[in-house]
């Protein structure tokens, strides 16, 4: 399985904005098997790994209003949000990104609430 140039291009961006601004981030999803498992030898070795539709991120910070920085810094640098999409949700051209944030100041009692639907 060929991983996707638009992946890799996000997947690039992403890991040069956070290293750059000293953001701890993991990759997650369907992804990681795909990367260590089918990329590991040319042509992947047929574990049936699917080809994703999606980037899943989680990033260590420690208030929102951190997070709010971040997708404005990353809407600078070309990504986008679209309207009716989830808050986590951001778009490198048409390839949708699933930020997640993590941290004392955002996860209260091991519940991630979003501020602005209050969804859980």
Known sequence: MELDSTLAEVMGLLNTFFQENDVRFVVFGAVVPMLLIELKDKGGIGYGI???????????????????????????????????????????????????????GIVRNDILTWPETERQ
């Open 50 to 104: 699917r080809q994703t539709k999606d980037l899943d991120c989680v990033i260590q910070i420690e208030s929102w209003r951190e997070y709010k920085t971040i997708q404005i810094r990353l809407m600078e640098k070309g990504f986008s949000r679209k309207s009716g999409e989830p808050e986590h949700r951001l778009f490198f051209q048409d390839f949708p990104v699933d930020l997640i944030p993590f941290g004392t």
